[in-house]
C-alpha cells in the first residue's frame, strides 16, 4: 500500500471512537482520540479480538475479547513488549485517509 485511500469522512468517528475500516482487503482499526486520528491492525495478537469495538482511554485501546491492551500511538502491547502494524493517517478534504505503513 503506497498511496493514502480515503476510508470515511472525518466528521464519521467521534472522539474516542473506533471503527472498522479495509484498505486492499486488509482490515484496519481506526481511532480519534480527541481529533488526532490513529490506525493499527484490527486483529489482537492474543485471541484475534476485533480491537475497532473495543474500549478507548486516552491512547490505550482494550481488547473486548480478554483485556489485552494497546497503544494506538505505537501499536505495541505495554504488558507484553509485542505490537501491531501501525498505518499512516491523514486528513485531506475533510476525509480520513489511511496510508502505508510506519
Same mark, same amino acid.
Given at each position: 500500500?503506497a498511496? #493514502?485511500?480515503p476510508?470515511c469522512?472525518?466528521?464519521? @468517528?467521534?472522539?474516542g +471512537? !473506533?471503527? @472498522?475500516v479495509?484498505? =486492499?482487503?486488509k482490515e484496519?482499526?481506526l481511532f480519534?482520540?480527541? $481529533?488526532?486520528? #490513529?490506525a493499527?491492525?484490527? *486483529? /489482537? %495478537?492474543?485471541? !484475534?479480538? &476485533?480491537l =475497532? +469495538?473495543? +474500549? @478507548?482511554? !486516552?491512547h490505550v485501546? *482494550?481488547? &473486548?475479547w =480478554? $483485556?489485552? *491492551?494497546f497503544?494506538?500511538?505505537?501499536? /505495541?502491547? &505495554? %504488558?507484553?513488549k509485542?505490537? @501491531? *502494524?501501525?498505518f499512516q493517517v491523514?486528513?485531506?478534504n475533510d476525509n480520513?485517509?489511511v496510508?502505508? &505503513? %510506519?
Open positions: 500500500m498511496e #493514502f485511500i476510508v469522512a472525518a466528521n464519521a @468517528l467521534s472522539a +471512537q !473506533g471503527r @472498522l479495509s484498505v =486492499h482487503e484496519i482499526a480519534n482520540v480527541d $481529533g488526532e486520528f #490513529f493499527m491492525e484490527d *486483529t /489482537c %495478537l492474543h485471541a !484475534g479480538g &476485533p =475497532h +469495538q473495543g +474500549q @478507548l482511554d !486516552g485501546v *482494550t481488547c &473486548p =480478554h $483485556g489485552w *491492551t497503544d494506538v500511538r505505537t501499536g /505495541c502491547s &505495554p %504488558l507484553h509485542i505490537g @501491531l *502494524t501501525r491523514r486528513v485531506s480520513i485517509e496510508g502505508p &505503513p %510506519l
